[in-house]
């Protein structure tokens, strides 16, 4: 009555396996894009797919707000209403909550907010988060959480885990069981380690489906994510999928994988795709520096995407120059397949064995820094 | 050592053709998306070609000025910078520089004009002109001529119209004639008979390769548009593709090839795309409008495309609201299909006799407005 997780190999902490939802199978470790208000921004749903992504994640907050959940429910869910037939994973609304509306007032009934759009005020508690990810149809849910700002004082931090650990245990009480779907628990903590031991402890007592390390990646630098991830994950059950939020760069994955992650999401390969900017094999680059005016080398040689195999960097950044659509679209396109394509290789790597291998290969290769002009 | 012409069928004085130019077959009555500064905006090429469109318009004006001619031709060619291998035609920069540029000259030399994207003063002959869509390496390149505006004195009509048989002479010997590629001269006058009349039959006399209707669609309204239709293009050799420049919604495409027209061009489908305007075979709608906002059928029953096929004007509504790009890729994509669908069926009723018929039948079902509201 879950969402099935099987490892197929290990290397090291490493993990290799399958999550299966309701609809369909993704392989992990697994980078989810983000469709944010129920589109990738700039790509058609078959785009996203030839990318080689296989599941994505839709954001609560976007979508309560427009065009609401009801709306999607009445419309046949969020797979429909996107054609995006596969699975889906929906956050629970919290982060948006705090970074985008007007907060008026948190306490443990849950959040009161002004939306973002038109200042209506709203109320979101764990029960209405969970019932929002259920009319939205998601594969995976998220309990809805509290995430704490960068820096935060331990007191502070303490006082936070503690009421989403409240929250959790609602959240959990308010989703419905059903097979190929789940639900998934949020370690908070900030990068306090007795916080994230209390709060992955009592998590996992709760038995969820998966289990997410949230709170990270705000600024509290690689290093520091890669300690607490070093204290927290451990601590969470070999048999269900892991999932570190809102991360991050290549290299950024390369190490949470190491430490026994599954899965991922992050806005950077879209977000940064819309302003110009590539990632490739040796290291991001902007396609808007005049250094690529009448380059007629493609963005990366070793990446087979549209924008890859069909233009020049010369042409990329005639396009961001003259703000033309088509160059949000490409970039978006091709780093979305870089990083699928980095997923792939971390994939077949820790099924061969040689994970380690792997990613220190990658790390130097992105180190060289982009290819000499010509 | 031009380029070849067939004509495959008549029906009054509808014509079903075939222009062959050094990068391929376009059927006509031809429809041409614009492709502006190198891109039809919000299409990937691929995508261009799947709606049926055979042949693209590029804009000198904007070329010229970003990226460069000299440089679209160090890269290759337009073709290759854009990726799109089918024949092109580029307008002759004139009509932009009088609605874009700061115009600060204009004699029988050429004009000189201001840069509307960094001020810069260029100059631009007739000779410029032929030359940069020889870099541009344009299948199709238009003379330069002055497009008059709307409304204007007959004396006004009359000096601006010696003065572009002027240039159209001089872009004639400046142009390199070679197998399938073409100049067309350019048809001015207003809507003054007699002007009109001189116009066509001193170009005539040059034996251009095609001939463009320029200066309409303008302001003059469908009805008088028609009637200088009715006295220019009879003037026009048969053997030669005559092209109506910047026209237009689908009623007045009907019109036009009915008076023997065989290319077209226009922004409309993609800039009302842009906009949350639909076109269907029951008139335009504007996808912004709430009575859509909770409607699971698909922009038009009729249509192909993948907004139509994948998605409900529901999905559609909300991605205008939510100002997500892919709103303007799914109507640009459902428009520029729309008007490759109408161009068929123009080309296989006139092939079938029944051209007459078919317009009027077409006019019926725009007249009919939108599908009632569920």
């Not at 990738?40 to 839709?58: F, H, N, S, W």
């Not at 994950?233 to 070999?238: A, D, I, S």
């Not at 380690?356 to 010509?374: N, Q």
Request: aromatic fraction near 6%; charged fraction near 25%; hydrophobic fraction near 40%.
């Amino acid at each position: 009555m879950s969402m099935e997780f099987q490892l197929l190999a290990r290397d090291a902490a490493a993990r290799r396996g399958q999550i299966k939802t309701a609809h369909g199978t993704a392989e992990t470790p697994a980078f989810m894009p983000v469709g944010t208000a129920g589109t990738v921004k700039a790509m058609l749903p078959d785009q996203v797919r030839e990318t080689g992504a296989e599941i994505v994640l839709g954001n609560t907050y976007h979508l309560m707000l427009r065009p609401g959940a009801e709306r999607v429910a009445k419309l046949g869910g969020l797979h429909k209403f996107m054609d995006w037939p596969g699975p889906i994973l929906t956050d629970s609304g919290g982060f948006q909550v705090m970074s985008l509306g007007q907060l008026r007032r948190l306490d443990q009934r849950g959040v009161v907010f002004r939306s973002h759009i038109d200042g209506a005020e709203i109320a979101l508690t764990p029960e209405r988060s969970i019932e929002i990810q259920f009319l939205l149809d998601a594969d995976i849910s998220m309990v809805l959480d509290e995430c704490t700002t960068w820096p935060v004082e331990r007191r502070e931090a303490e006082k936070s885990m503690r009421l989403s650990l409240g929250w959790a245990e609602r959240s959990k009480k308010a989703f419905r069981a059903r097979r190929g779907y789940a639900l998934f628990g949020i370690v908070q903590g900030s990068v306090f380690d007795e916080l994230r031991t209390e709060s992955a402890k009592a998590l996992v007592g709760m038995a969820f489906d998966g289990y997410a390390v949230g709170g990270l990646a705000v600024g509290e630098g690689q290093a520091e994510m890669f300690r607490t991830l070093d204290v927290t994950v451990p601590l969470l059950p070999e048999a269900r999928p892991r999932y570190l939020m809102g991360v991050g760069r290549p290299d950024d994955i390369l190490g949470a994988v190491a430490r026994g992650i599954d899965m991922f999401d992050c806005v950077l390969p879209t977000r940064m795709g819309r302003t110009g900017k590539a990632f490739t094999r040796r290291g991001e680059i902007n396609m808007r520096n005049a250094r690529h005016a009448e380059d007629p080398r493609p963005i990366d040689e070793s990446c087979a995407c549209p924008a890859c195999t069909r233009f020049s960097r010369a042409y990329v950044h005639h396009l961001f120059k003259a703000a033309e659509m088509l160059g949000p679209m490409l970039l978006t396109r091709h780093n979305l397949q870089h990083y699928q394509t980095l997923m792939r290789g971390i994939r077949e790597a820790i099924a061969a064995g040689t994970y380690a291998d792997f990613s220190a290969k990658t790390c130097a290769e992105i180190d060289l820094g982009d290819v000499p002009a010509l």
